[in-house]
């Protein structure tokens, strides 16, 4: 029988979507039973306690978790969130039960046999219940006191040559889409520059140096499956420069009915016949192509590369080969100051190893940012704060029109003494010879 | 329970040390036909809701099941997914960036061997253990946050009303039904652990009550100007209190300006929010990251509270459901939730989706709040 | 010969524009030849020193013209601005160069006879120099003394039944488009109205009460001729309710090419035939038009009466019977914060006398703002600073969709206490009951 | 030159005074036509550019036929407007909102023989009196504000540079062959007297210099704490200065704050701004307030800055050439320049018009300024 009655979850066990109760409750139960004699360094019960606890929210509408304190492991800045229970008498089994964050692999891609040793791992010195994945990308395994945490990051290090995460003002985990490794709208390579990048900043990543978190994340195009526009401080975007590939054959096979149009995506119900006219010439942002005598035309001067013709049409048409990406920055939650998305400051940059122009503009930024950005200033804040002109200079690029949605309409321009004839200092005695009092 | 050392000398902190050695390498976890034909693959189609077949250069296929899961995950289910993996994809498996599971098999027969496995497994309380779906123009995974299993500052639960909607929008997750792919999201507090400022639908939790003072610890416990600093609003101030009969330093908060962020509480644990009645859920609609046709846009608040009904949400899943079908009746192929609020205009928006418009609704922060009010004639009765 | 050698100005004289110094050059003539013998009340000779300092401004690149001072008539605290030249030594006849504000007729239309008189009186009393018509819509005398303005105000009020213009903290001179005096489009009546609401605010009109301008323009619909929604703390534009009305058989005129597109407002370039379907329902902003079997639809429910179609074909389409204006609030130049255009308040609101339904919006406001405004504070900032919501509070008015363009995206909500169940009173120590630190 | 009274005792002020009496009735001015068909026209022609009919349901009509004029005008040039009222309209003129003058006649062959009059004026100087034109999809006369001859703020004249733009547009207010009408405005200063910031086109004046300081007068002419108030950036603070040997209370400005706006100035003659150099024009675009096919907007920067180059602002009126020329060979037909330069995405704007894209165009005034810059990978080459 459970430790502790929870008539409110119950409820949520029914319904087809996987229920999280059911789950935590065959993981108590296995601890309980505990068939393979694990010698839980933490709490056995914590699990039926961690049930115990949520429903005790559940009744009081609201969380009974308290601030974390500083806890971690020794040398590194992140990677472990602390965390205690407000009523640990009553739930001494998650009394202490702080979070760790294990960088994920690139794409998520995984091996049992990585994922079983986890598994044994975390059974054995936490609660054996995890987050696949946090929201920043991190695998998250929850709940485990303070004395373990040395033994997890010694195991992770040393048996399966596994690092921690990022929390704190470092650098957060770079995540990415699974890109090149499976779709073939990837214009460069995720997994390799996330990983490339990961491992030069580790430092940054583990040691806090910076005002605030600090995010990357890689997009291997412009639909942005790992919404990087929203959700990272630096946003790596591919995208390419020259003619979108047509098949003039395959085209005319969407057009007949043979292929379904998006890859089967609306394959739910019955839009009527593909009309390629209305369906991706019509919907056409930048309005650039025509479909004429039965054969598909894209200006490419004028194409904004936003994927949707090749989205709807993925056998005919194919991303450019002149490929790399867009970086934009300063996208961020709401807190404080209301929330960004990224905005674009390389329109384009090849993604080639050893990625040293990108690394410049990286490390452009962080010197800036780190010289004036206030503590608890994400990068988007300081861009308001400074201005993206500011941005622009400090990384030394030169500022196109790419990099508006529109121009200014106020004419409020701050011009520099530099930048005016004559400069500033004037004479009023000079002055008021042309001009009385 | 007795402690056992993994080989780490507490004393020695150093000795042996490994560290900055980041994650695993991606490409020793690929599996074979994806390492073979990365960076070259072709074109792919969805077979039906939750399958996937990519097609590559070489003529080499990989069929993907993609199963949602409750991202909470014991190590018994991941040990679950590791068996299904080895049985069916040599040892291979990967998650999508919404948290669902995805199985890759390179031939057709062994994805129909799958797929009857993975339809026939259910937890005892009779959920699905790894429903198929996800893809295309439906419902996938809603990304979220912490909430009451973790988090020190939630307005509302994560794991629990995403349970709620996911069950009420469950058939969308197994169709293609809808004009688009439609994203939902969830963020238990205003910090919005996610991308849930960009979705089509984002349930976000929020408080209503300005912090309580904890006056007798508050200067113990917490960095008074750090609490100070804190607080977007300027809301915050120092000041003098008598506790009993000593005079502490503590802060006070003026109320009025007051948006309920928990920023100082983050600061300051003397300065708790949370409160059963005044907090819940705030709706947002309209957002998206992709830039597909229309470029990525911000989720617009439309419901501006609901209270928290543990364990299921009554009121807030339904009032998701009847946004999905008012998109669902009225939006064009291939247009965005968004997209489509703002061809019909937010006017009718409301009245579609049987919205009640209130004035809280209408933006009071900072400057921009004058771009959102309508600088025109041009609107609807 | 002239008093001062033009040099620059002379080349302004040519090129095919109406030019202003040919004009300044020949009233110079006429004064100094004063072929009617007019007893000129300031000197003969204004227009050439007005000329003489304009030259010097074009050599010397700014502006030779100082601050005004307090000048005025008695009992009013507008319609003159007071301007001293910066060089009275060399151009005496400019030294004092006031500007009277005269309160322009609706419509601007007038008779020669009223104008004559004013010429007459302007020539006598002042430099015979006008803005025919300033910004806001008065008419402007430009220089004259400090005596002559009581003159001047007791001869326009004594012989021409004319009063001031507005200027200062004051209501300012209210404008209206020509309106249904010619215009087949106006939804309601322009000018009627604008003299209503003039001879109603007198007072606010003449002695500043408020805390900076304030104005009220009056357009007869969206196409808004007097550009209302740009400049005008109240916009009146005009609107209706019900169905545009169609009339086929126009329809078909402009369709088969008899009738020229916008009334012939294309007529310079051959755009060639036209295209209803291109030209007209596919530019519909709301897309809510048909042209289907030769017959033209509108959904009216769904129309955004944006004009477009109107415009396009006026014989055909005629605006609904069901007329009244929105009034939009807060437009304003730059100035401090920033430009603003007009946001809408008022969707809807009949304009019939004795307008009183429109009076109490317009007293609401002006009750808010003269109890909150600060000091140069337009309306418009104070909505800014203290939000829409407030506005709609003050004036009573029920918050709907159509106030906004978009929801908010920030989610932060400012509740009152009296909105939240319970309150904000609470127990620390209860808390701390089910809370332990 | 004797002073003559007109009546008014200064010594008695409210003696017959009379105040508060308003403009005159609008309909005393109405020619008979107009009133007599007041609210019920039914539709207009444009005949040629100029030239309207205006058809009533009566079966009235009205022709209106349009001049320009630089809206300087003096009594000389009031009275000839007059005389050809009075020969051919029976007496009757009016203006319009943009300061051109329009006589209306109530039939056809009396409009041929006042047009044939009007365009045989001319000044000496060689322009025209009375150039008919500004309907229809053209330019019609330029909104503008006092400039030097009258203000005391201004960055730029406004005649000036009124009548050189004119000259150089002067075709196309006498011709339709534009996509849609065409708006240009000037202000000389920020103050912007006039709708300047919605136009097509925006000639607005700029200074770039900090205000110079009169320390020894300033305390004497000013009230130091409004010219603190004024300033929107907080660039004013009070400070003491030394002057010859005596310490006098004055203001200190933070140069680096400074935007320019004049408004210290405005609140204080001891701060003064225009500089030669410093002064000049900045061009903006793109606004426009009809509510048709699009919602009213602001125009945008698009020149930071081109020196006031007296007499006929050369750099100025050719920029202004080249933006309608690549404006009257991209739109379509209908589009308003602002929607023009949208649809082709403003980097398409800067290529057509050949102009240089710099930092000043980019907005870094306050929060609004994230909006402008570009959230998304769309973007041209
Ligand atoms: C675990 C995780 C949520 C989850 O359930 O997945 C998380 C959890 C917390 N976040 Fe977060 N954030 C997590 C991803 C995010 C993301 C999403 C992302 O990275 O893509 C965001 C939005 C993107 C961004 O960075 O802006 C995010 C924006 C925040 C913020 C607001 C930051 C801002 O600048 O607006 C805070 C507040 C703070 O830093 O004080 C915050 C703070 C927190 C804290 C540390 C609360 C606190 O103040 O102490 C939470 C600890 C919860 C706990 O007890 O476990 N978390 N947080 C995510 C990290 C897991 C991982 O490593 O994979
Ligand atoms: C697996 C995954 C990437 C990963 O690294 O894990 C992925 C995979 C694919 N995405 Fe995605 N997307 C994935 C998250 C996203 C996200 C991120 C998110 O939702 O948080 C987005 C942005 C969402 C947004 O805009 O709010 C995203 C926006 C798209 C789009 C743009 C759709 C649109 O209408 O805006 C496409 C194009 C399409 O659907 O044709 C796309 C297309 C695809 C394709 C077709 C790419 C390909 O050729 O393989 C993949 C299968 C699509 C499908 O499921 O129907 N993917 N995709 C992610 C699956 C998440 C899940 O479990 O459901
Ligand atoms: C005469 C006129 C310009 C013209 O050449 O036509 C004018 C002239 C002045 N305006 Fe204006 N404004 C004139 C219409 C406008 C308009 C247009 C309108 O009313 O439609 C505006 C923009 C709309 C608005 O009100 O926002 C306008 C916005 C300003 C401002 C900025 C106000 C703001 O809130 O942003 C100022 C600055 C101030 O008030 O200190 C200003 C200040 C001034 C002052 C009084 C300069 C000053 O600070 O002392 C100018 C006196 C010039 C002179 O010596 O003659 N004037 N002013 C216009 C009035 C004529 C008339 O009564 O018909
Ligand atoms: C006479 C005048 C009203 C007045 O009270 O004086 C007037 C008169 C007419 N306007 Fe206007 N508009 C007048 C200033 C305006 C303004 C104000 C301004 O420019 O400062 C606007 C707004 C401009 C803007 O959006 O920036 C204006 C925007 C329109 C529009 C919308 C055009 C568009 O494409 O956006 C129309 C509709 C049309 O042209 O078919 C219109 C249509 C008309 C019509 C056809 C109305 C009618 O049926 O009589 C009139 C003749 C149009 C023509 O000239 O081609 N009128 N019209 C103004 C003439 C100014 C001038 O001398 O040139
Ligand atoms: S972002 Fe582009 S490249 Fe990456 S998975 Fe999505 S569609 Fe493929
Ligand atoms: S990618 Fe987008 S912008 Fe480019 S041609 Fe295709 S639909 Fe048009
Ligand atoms: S959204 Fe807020 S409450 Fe939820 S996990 Fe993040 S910080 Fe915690
Ligand atoms: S909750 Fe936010 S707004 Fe309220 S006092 Fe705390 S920090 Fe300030
Ligand atoms: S605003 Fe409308 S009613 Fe007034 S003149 Fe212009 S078109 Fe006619
Ligand atoms: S008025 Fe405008 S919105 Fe209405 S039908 Fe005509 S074009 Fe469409
Ligand atoms: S725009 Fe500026 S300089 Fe020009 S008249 Fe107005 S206040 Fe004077
Ligand atoms: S010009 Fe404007 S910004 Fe500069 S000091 Fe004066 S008021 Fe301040």
């Known amino acids: 029988m459970a430790k502790h009655a929870t008539p409110l979850l119950d409820q949520l066990e029914s319904g087809p979507w996987p229920s999280f109760v059911s789950d935590l409750k065959q993981e108590a139960a296995s601890r309980a039973k505990n068939a393979n004699n694990v010698e839980f360094q933490v709490p056995q019960d914590c699990v039926e306690d961690l049930l115990g606890v949520l429903e005790l929210s559940y009744k009081h509408g609201v969380t009974h978790w308290k601030h974390g304190g500083i806890v971690g492991v020794f040398g590194y800045g992140g990677g472990v969130i602390g965390r205690y229970c407000d009523q640990p008498q009553e739930f001494p089994g998650v009394a202490h039960f702080h979070t760790m964050r294990i960088n994920q692999p690139g794409g998520k891609f995984y091996t049992t046999e990585f994922l079983k040793n986890l598994c044994d791992l975390w059974e054995f010195r936490g609660s054996g219940v995890t987050n696949m994945h946090g929201s920043t990308g991190d695998i998250i395994f929850i709940g485990t006191s303070t004395p373990q945490l040395e033994e997890i990051f010694y195991e992770l290090t040393h048996k399966f040559d596994q690092d921690l995460g990022g929390s704190g003002s ?68 591919g ?73 709807v049409m993925p056998r005919a048409l194919h991303i450019g080969d002149d490929r790399g990406c867009s970086m934009l920055v300063g996208a961020k939650a709401p807190i404080l100051d209301g929330a960004q998305m990224g905005s674009l400051l390389v329109p384009f940059i090849k993604v080639e190893e050893p990625y040293d122009e990108i690394k410049e503009v990286i490390e452009a930024i962080w010197d800036w940012w780190m010289e004036e950005g206030k503590n608890r200033e994400r990068l988007g804040e300081l861009i308001k704060r400074q201005g993206f002109q500011k941005l622009l200079e400090m990384t030394n690029i030169k500022p196109v029109p790419q990099h508006v949605q529109e121009p200014r309409h106020n004419p409020y321009i701050f011009w520099k003494e530099d930048e005016v004839p004559g400069g500033w200092t004037r ?7 042309r001009h009385q009092r | 329970m007795a402690f056992i050392s993994s080989g780490y000398n507490p004393d020695k902190p150093m000795e042996n040390r490994i560290t900055d050695i980041g994650p695993q390498k991606y490409d020793k976890f690929y599996p074979p036909v994806i390492a073979k034909n990365k960076g070259k693959w072709l074109y792919h189609e969805i077979i039906k809701p939750g399958v996937l077949v990519h097609v590559a250069e070489s003529g080499d296929e ?17 040990r679950e997914i590791c068996e299904i993996a080895d ?35 259910k937890f005892d309380g009779g959920s699905f253990k790894l429903p198929i779906g996800g893809t295309g123009a439906g419902v996938t995974n809603i990304i979220h946050t912490q909430g009451w299993i973790h988090c020190h500052t939630p307005a509302t639960d994560a794991s629990g009303p995403v349970k709620a909607t996911l069950d009420e929008l469950f058939s969308d997750f197994q169709n293609h039904r809808l004009p688009a792919q439609l994203r939902v999201s969830l963020a238990c507090c205003l910090n919005m652990c996610g991308a849930v400022h960009c979705s089509d639908i984002a349930i976000l939790g929020y408080h209503r009550k300005p912090p309580l003072l904890d006056h007798e610890y508050l200067d113990k416990m917490c960095e008074i100007p750090l609490a100070i600093a804190a607080c977007p609003t300027a809301a915050v101030k120092p000041s003098k209190v008598t506790v009993g009969d000593k005079e502490v330093k503590s802060v006070a908060v003026n109320e009025d300006r007051c948006m309920f962020c928990g920023n100082c509480y983050t600061m300051c644990p003397s300065m708790p929010l949370a409160d059963q009645e005044g907090d819940g859920i705030v709706l947002m609609v309209g957002g998206k990251v992709s830039n597909r046709i229309s470029m990525p846009k911000f989720s617009k608040v439309v419901v501006a509270f609901i209270p928290n009904e543990p364990p299921r949400w009554g009121t807030t899943t339904a009032t998701i459901k009847r946004i999905v079908e008012a998109y669902a009746a009225g939006a064009n192929k291939y247009e965005r939730l968004g997209d489509w609020a703002e061809r019909i205009g937010w006017e009718r928006f409301f009245d579609k989706c049987e919205l009640e418009f209130t004035h809280h609704l209408i933006d009071d922060f900072r400057d921009p709040a004058y771009y959102t009010w309508r600088q025109s004639t041009q609107f609807k009765f």
Chains 1, 3 share one sequence.
């Open chain 1, 170 to 237: 470092n650098l957060r985990t770079p995540s990415d889409c699974i890109g090149a490794a499976r779709c073939e709208y990837a214009c460069y390579d995720t997994q390799a520059i996330c990983y490339e990048l990961t491992q030069e900043y580790q430092d940054e990543l583990h040691r806090p140096a910076f005002p605030y978190k600090f995010k990357f994340k890689f997009d291997g195009c412009p639909n942005c499956c790992v919404a990087s526009i929203a959700r990272a401080d630096i946003s790596f975007v």
């Open chain 1, 239 to 311: 995208t390419w420069r020259d003619d979108i590939k047509i098949d003039q054959e395959a085209v005319a096979g969407y057009v007949g009915g043979e292929f379904a149009p998006n890859a089967g995506a609306h394959s739910g119900r019955d839009w009527g016949a593909f009309d390629i006219q209305k369906e991706v010439i019509d919907l056409c942002p930048s309005q650039c192509m025509k479909y004429e005598g039965g054969k598909l035309a894209i200006n490419t001067k004028e194409c904004t590369r936003c994927m949707h013709c090749i989205n």
């Open chain 1, 427 to 433: 004479d009023i005695n000079k002055f008021r010879e």
């Open chain 2, 62 to 78: 990989v069929y993907t099941v993609r199963c949602g899961g409750a991202r909470l995950m014991t190590v018994t289910h991941i």
């Open chain 2, 87 to 121: 049985k069916y994809c040599g040892g291979y498996v990967r998650w999508t960036t919404r948290n669902n599971v995805e199985f890759m098999v390179d031939d057709k027969a062994k994805c129909d061997a799958l797929i009857t496995d993975l339809e026939g497994r």
